[in-house]
């Protein structure tokens, strides 16, 4: 069986084909509801590269893409495990006020001190908040997808809350906390910001998104720790039988995706929020995690890319409205790639399907043969 | 005491308002999910019901065919849902997820095209949906205004009431409802019993979508009298936590929808007399769920075969 590999056997096996594919269907898609709402294609979507190819604008996608490459990593290590951590929004919201109070109640530690202390924090307040979840399932029970709603809302308002308190809140009629302290801010300096034509906003986030995606790569697929939260991600059962306590295992995993969804909620703040504002609803940095871990197929390298695509997408369409065009075509676009990636399994099923109408029509065609007879 | 029959009466007012949507939405997530596919594109699904409802009752004037048209976007949703998982065999997940940001994303850009804003024109009086029993009590004696505040509702209160009557029915005293629970269950043991467990979650999906989209038209063409894009913030998904909540039964879902219309009730009537901070009191809802849940419900039951796509044997 040395047969040469045919194009539906490419198609059918190669997830990244999938993916590239999904991509260009929802662009079609796109192009289409463009069209009809009677706008020019070429001039949107022109707008849409040529926004984010510019250098400052490429560094604008930088920045906009740190927080979804690290909530992307949590909730595709969530993914891994076997746990689906729709909770990756209340996580990050906690990570963010964390390091926010602690960064404007010690404004005065120097910086080498400072940021690593506030990522500390933030890892812990979403590492915690992921191992609530974990604990009420284990203890009674508690669906964790339900449970994982709940503090999502939970986490919303006492964010708020916190952000109202005196000590915290913004001196100025912002409805929103103090800056945080300079000494906290991850920005690059002002002169080389200005010296290279980047966005004000610059900063050293993605250095430290790159490294987080390491470690996350280094614990599934290097350790034993990462083997085993997999073994209880593909069949808990089977773990189980193999030794492995699948409740130690979800409250590691939830830990650790807790941690870096926190991460990547102090990572947004350092760099470009500088401030936590009170919202009047979910700002869905956990939930865009989702869509960055499914478009990066849960692999820590793809979910990189698939942060900085994301990025780009958003970064890029809150440009649209300069031709005219509507910014939420992002959201139809990203949710088409999103529908086309869940429904990619057809590829998968092309092959078995042709082998089934083979083997219907050898059948009927005997069938023919006997009657004839 | 007249202060306290005021307070209770707006609290069960609140509590009322607060749970509509959520039961419609919650009615329709038990159909989905008992007959075994996850529906998380819930929240979507209410969004494309809240815009189109009042977009129809505001160009048609009537507000009966406004809201059957929300339930009927939603259908079209839970029908491209259903097409994805049921017949594709997609990952329901993943796919519930693209449904919440489709939803969302075309309904605006239609408002844009239709409005040349996000947000679409407030309906007027006679383009919602009206109260039963306006009027009917007398406001000037203390009893009077309690029976308003509690019964001179919105129609769509009265009307998920008896949705959640019928859905009740139809899960446990008919043929379909055994079926539908047993596709949920064993789909296998049904194939071979001869029922079409694709066609049955097919229209069971279908079905969601329509109950989805009916309570995302009753947030904004009851209270609220225009879609903006935070009507539905979350409603969807608080709906699915109750069906949860009330381990997957529609009479569960209806006690976790009231528990939560309760919360956000006492939420505004302590709010409005001032002391306790806003959004400490906002938190109440959430905490009491999860609290409600370690005391009295504990572990859910959920379908065996939820989550799972049901490949035919051939």
Known sequence: ?373 | MTDFVNSLGIILYATLAYMTPLLFAALGSCFSEVSGVVNIGIEGMMTAGAFTGTVVAYFTGSPWIGFLCGGLAGALFGMLHATATVRLGADQTIAGTAINMLGPGIVIMIARVLFNSTDTIPLNATQKLPKLFAGVFDTNTVFGRFMDNVFANYVSTYLVFAAAIIVWFVFYKTKFGLRLRACGEHPQACETLGINVLRMRFTCVTLSGFLAGLGGACVTMTISTQFRPISIVGQGFIAIAAVIFGKFRPQGALIGCLLFGFCSGLKVVLGGSGGVDMQLLSMIPYVVTVIVLIIFVGKSHVPSANGKPFIKAR
């Open chain 1, 1 to 373: 069986m040395n047969k040469k590999k045919s194009f539906l056997d490419v198609i059918s096996e190669n997830t990244f084909i999938h993916i590239i594919l999904s991509i260009l269907l929802g662009f079609l898609i796109g192009a289409l509801f463009l069209l009809v709402m009677g706008l020019s294609v070429g001039e949107a979507y022109g707008r849409l590269v040529s926004s984010v190819t510019s250098v400052k604008g490429f560094s604008y996608v930088i920045v906009y893409s740190v927080p979804y490459i690290v909530a992307g990593l949590s909730v595709a290590f969530s993914f891994k495990t076997g746990v689906f951590n729709i909770g990756a929004e209340g996580q990050f919201v906690v990570g963010a006020m964390a390091a926010c109070v602690v960064s404007i109640l010690l404004p005065d530690l120097p910086k080498p001190v400072l940021i690593p202390l506030c990522f500390l924090v933030a890892a812990a307040a979403g590492a915690l908040w992921g191992s609530i979840v974990a604990f009420l399932k284990i203890k009674w029970g508690i669906n964790e997808v339900l449970s994982m709603i709940m503090f999502n809302w939970i986490a919303f308002y006492l964010s708020n809350f916190i952000a109202g308190i005196p000590a915290i809140h913004s001196e100025g009629s912002a409805e929103a906390t103090k800056n945080i302290s300079a000494n906290a801010s991850m920005l690059f300096s002002k002169d080389f910001i200005k010296a290279n034509g980047l966005a004000p906003t610059a900063n050293w986030g993605i250095l430290v998104a790159l490294v987080i995606m390491l470690v996350i790569w280094f614990i599934i697929e290097k350790t034993t720790l990462g083997y085993n939260l997999k073994a209880v991600g593909v069949n808990k059962f089977a773990a189980e039988y193999g030794g492995i306590s699948v409740n130690r295992s979800i409250m590691t995993a939830l830990a650790i995706s807790g941690a870096m969804a926190g991460l990547a909620g102090s990572l947004q703040l350092m760099g470009m929020g500088n401030r936590i504002s009170v919202f009047a609803s979910q700002e869905g940095f956990g939930f865009a995690g989702i869509v960055v871990a499914l478009m990066g197929c849960s692999n820590p390298f793809g979910v990189f890319v698939a942060g900085i695509f994301y990025g780009a997408l958003i970064y890029g369409g809150s440009k649209l409205n300069l031709v005219g065009a509507p910014t939420q075509l992002i959201n139809v676009i990203v949710g088409t790639v999103v529908f086309f990636i869940a429904i990619s399994v057809i590829f998968k099923n092309l092959k078995n399907i042709r082998r089934r109408q083979r083997a219907n029509a050898a059948a009927s065609a005997a069938r023919k043969e006997a009657e004839s007879k």
